[in-house]
């Protein structure tokens, strides 16, 4: 355990304890504990139509729940801090791109983010906002922040898992009067708090680690502002990337064992990143927890966790393709953060700059001496057949 993760008593609730808790109503006799999801396109409403639930497209007592979770996780003991939830990672990400920015203004984004964001810039330009793009490595987004209205952070960047130092990035965008919004999809509340790091917004894809179970889209925004909350909220409703009620429910319960899940999975990526490291098959290996990695120095002083995810390159294509068949243990399947290990050769989807090597690995829940095993085991096989 990092020193990082340990709770000290006298600060408030640990990870564990909020992650259990985390939204839930006051008790009510012979209610359950997390209300089931509430499904229903309308509400009885006679009179005048005041919230808080009119309409099922505005708003929804099971999102209001997970709302709740997810702020507490954002922002413990803040109890100001407003969360939106979307349909999936995309829509939360589209929601405050698209509310903040109108005709005239710029953006900046990363060149090395989520491989949808190019998507995103088209769209953009269309609209008339200047879209400039620069790697999350070295901090290199300061040399093109002037005169822009957002900063777009994604750190760790997924799949290069490069890491910028937010706090820096912050104080300069504000400097120059420009908002920030962080995708924390890697990271996870648990692994970083950017609000806490002076964000505007906290956006995440919860399709990944947040829910963990890789069977729902999810995202969320997160942000202190409330006339900003107000914006995504609005969005929200204008485009209707509205999640359903059993949706927003499984993700609250998923989200119980967050810290469990979460501190299992960082745990082995970094024991499986240390082996990998001395393997004469692997090049390339990055995990940001890994003392001596480009990213380890900023990582260690803003992340409370490494995340789940290592890459690494293989010789070439073949070689990497005979790995991913021979795992026993692993998925060849895209995303992460899921309690079952999956792994894939990223060139395959095109649009990341990687080589055709490249392997973005995903740890999950297992025992990790027996993941550990199956990796290097793949490995053999795939030098061997070739
Ligand atoms: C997956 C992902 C997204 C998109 O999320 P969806 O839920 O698939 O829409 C955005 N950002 C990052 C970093 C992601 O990994």
Redesign the pocket.
Known sequence: MSPQEQHHPGEGPGDGTLAVRAGLPEPVKYEPTLPGPVFAAHFHLPGEPTGPYTYGRDENPTWTHLERAIGTLEAPGEATVETVVFA????A?SAVLLSQLSAGDAVVLPTD??Q?LPLLHEQLRAYGIEVRTAPTGGDAQLDVLDGAKLLWI?TPS?PGLDVCDIRRLVDAAHAGGALVAV?N??ATPLGQRPLELGADFSVA?D??GMTGHGDI???HVSCRDPRRAAEVRRWRKIVGAIPGPMEAWLAHRSLATLQLRIDRQCATALELARVLADHPDVTGLRHPGLPGDPSHEVAARQMRRFGSVISFELADRARAERFLDELRLVDDAT??GGVRSSAERRGRWGGDAVAEGFIRFSVGAEDPEDLIADVLRALDAARKAG
């Open positions: 999936s990672g995309m829509a990400i983010g989520y949808a994604e997924n995708d999809t890697l894809s399709t990944k889209l999810l995202g995303s992460f």
